[in-house]
């Protein structure tokens, strides 16, 4: 936790001081707050922090020299839907039922998905507040579990899962496709957005599984590694948005049969997964990499 705690710069390398105390500030939530300890008066940084992270914050001087100074640094900025979600998946289940993207959308505002997607702001968070008294189960609390227990219970959940249904979906995505692709050239599209997905995917894992999640377990994490696979995170993203469009939401025609039924009913199942998974990376788990 930062809340409340004191940072004592002097003891950092130097090249290290200001990335240390941004990362310090980044994992702060709205309204909380932690300290900083040095041996020179520190208004250069407080300079940077504003052109970084804009009007953001609050700067208070707990003690002004002559050998120390203490600075009072507190976070006013709004917390993004990834980051509410991550605190309280009650909350995620709010941002889903609204039709909220929080997991590669995750870095929004709620004024700014609200904004975007029409959806009235008095609404959505009478909606969150809402979810406060609703009951949740300890074993869902994510954000507690230590981050080399979080990749494995990833791989053995959500991982295991992508591995199971890539081959059956390839498989009865083709079938549809090939029985009726005539009346419906949709299809052909939405096979070749899935199977560029599950392609885009398997690598994907391969990559957290033989570089990111072992430096895990070893309390050891890149940003560089972690920023591609964020990147990645949001192309998977991309392709979901135009595989529902391209299934007008997973709504089959009239006439579909049972096989065309079947098949978009598992994608939007292997979309509702993939969002919980991304969400888990993103929002939390290398939130804590980045802490490392």
């Known amino acids: 936790m930062i809340n409340g705690t004191t940072l004592d710069v002097t003891l950092i390398e130097p090249r290290l001081k200001h990335p240390t105390i941004f990362k310090y500030f980044d994992n702060l939530s709205y309204g909380e707050h932690f300290t900083i300890h040095n041996d ?19 700067w208070e001087y707990v003690q002004n020299g002559p050998e120390e100074w203490k600075v009072k640094i507190t976070s006013y900025k709004e917390d993004t839907v990834g980051e509410i979600a991550a605190s309280d998946l009650r909350k995620a289940d709010v941002f889903k039922a609204m039709g909220i993207d929080f997991c590669c959308g995750g870095g929004k505002t709620v004024k700014q998905v609200c904004a ?6 008095d609404k959505l968070r009478a909606a969150l507040e809402e979810s406060n008294y609703t009951s949740t189960s300890p074993s869902r609390d994510y954000n507690k579990w230590e981050p080399a227990f979080l990749a494995d219970y990833i ?3 959500h991982h295991s899962y992508v591995k199971e249904q890539s081959p059956q979906l390839r498989e009865l995505a083709a079938t549809v496709a090939a029985r009726h692709q005539e009346q419906h050239p949709e299809l052909k599209e939405l ?19 033989e570089i990111l999640f072992p430096m895990i377990r070893q309390n050891l994490a890149e940003a560089e590694i972690i920023r591609k696979l964020e990147g990645e995170h949001e192309t998977a993203g991309q392709l979901l948005k135009q595989i529902r469009q391209v299934t007008n939401n997973y709504t089959p025609p009239p006439s579909a049969c049972n096989s065309y039924c079947y098949l978009f009913k598992k994608v939007e199942e292997f979309e509702e997964d993939l969002h919980l998974h991304i969400h888990l990376e ?3 788990l290398f939130k804590k990499c980045k802490l490392m």
Not at 192 to 205: K, V
Request: charged share 25%.
């Open 155 to 157: 791989i053995h959940t």
């Open 282 to 284: 993103n929002n939390i």
């Open 191 to 209: 096979y070749s957005l899935l199977d560029q997905l599950l392609t885009e995917l398997a690598d994907h894992l391969k990559k957290e599984e």
């Open 40 to 58: 020179h008066d520190p208004r250069p940084l407080y300079y940077q922090l504003l052109g970084e992270r804009g009007n953001t914050f609050t």
């Open 116 to 121: 975007e997607q029409g959806i009235p702001e």
